[in-house]
């Protein structure tokens, strides 16, 4: 369970509070959106896309991709002064230019989001692969926030809950995929851009949801 052209991870491992820490599915939802940079960095993820849809409607492609190169400079900028993480600021910004270099190559605007539209596939295969090794890959992500063991793997109750959640970020990378691919063939960048946006606090969501079930498993199963 992004970040094109901010937001492609399926799902990050952000700080949350400690394992042991009675917090509900919203409360935990926003600890995770506030380390993703809270509203401000919301608006930086969606302001570069908002920035090229609006542009190439208005003047057109070349307008769009300049526009796109401006907001996206500034996001960066508002990420360097926040101290956010230098990385994830560049893999945006770099993620960003190769969306628009995309769309400036083929001509069309929906190309900006041929790379968002793919992506998601992959993280269908990559979720799916880690079930069949017995390794859930929410698990690997997210283990050591829940205050599991490192052996994880050999716990059923809590494989089991990482199994489900991650096949749960499976299936929201697939309907994530197939919107992206009706959309793209119906060249709506517009409703593209909405998409890509809203991916990010779904994300948020199942990843804040995995936590939690983690860790009432956690509380239930000591000691191991």
């Given at each position: 369970m992004a970040t094109p052209p901010t937001s492609t991870n399926p799902v990050t491992a952000p700080q949350l509070a400690a394992p042991d820490e009675d917090a509900s599915l919203g409360a935990v939802t926003r600890r995770v959106l506030q380390n993703s940079g809270g509203p401000v960095g919301v608006a930086a993820t969606a302001a570069p896309l908002v920035a090229f849809v609006v542009a190439d409607t208005v003047a057109g492609l070349t307008a769009a991709v300049v526009a796109l190169a401006v907001?996206?400079?500034?996001?960066?900028?508002?990420?360097?002064?926040?101290?956010?993480?230098?990385?994830?600021?560049?893999?945006?910004?770099?993620?960003?230019?190769?969306?628009?270099?995309?769309a400036a190559?083929?001509?069309?605007?929906?190309?900006?989001?041929?790379?968002?539209?793919?992506?998601?596939?992959?993280?269908?295969l990559l979720f799916l692969g880690s079930l069949v090794i017995r390794r859930p890959l929410t698990g690997i992500l997210f283990n050591r926030l829940a205050g599991g063991p490192h052996n994880w793997p050999e716990y059923?109750?809590?494989?089991?809950?990482?199994?489900?959640?991650?096949?749960?970020?499976?299936?929201?990378?697939?309907?994530?995929?197939?919107?992206?691919?009706?959309?793209?063939?119906?060249?709506?960048?517009?409703?593209?851009?909405?998409?890509?946006?809203?991916?990010?606090?779904?994300?948020?969501?199942?990843?804040?949801?995995?936590?939690?079930?983690?860790?009432?498993t956690v509380a239930s199963s000591r000691p191991w």
């Open positions: 907001t996206a400079a500034v996001a960066f900028a508002v990420r360097l002064v926040r101290r956010e993480s230098l990385r994830g600021a560049l893999i945006g910004l770099v993620v960003a230019g190769v969306c628009a270099l995309v190559l083929t001509g069309e605007a929906r190309a900006f989001f041929l790379l968002p539209t793919l992506l998601p596939a992959g993280f269908v059923r109750p809590l494989r089991r809950v990482y199994s489900l959640t991650t096949l749960l970020a499976a299936v929201a990378n697939a309907i994530n995929f197939a919107v992206h691919v009706v959309f793209y063939r119906a060249d709506e960048p517009a409703i593209l851009a909405v998409i890509q946006i809203a991916v990010g606090p779904v994300m948020a969501t199942l990843a804040a949801f995995t936590v939690i079930a983690a860790r009432r």
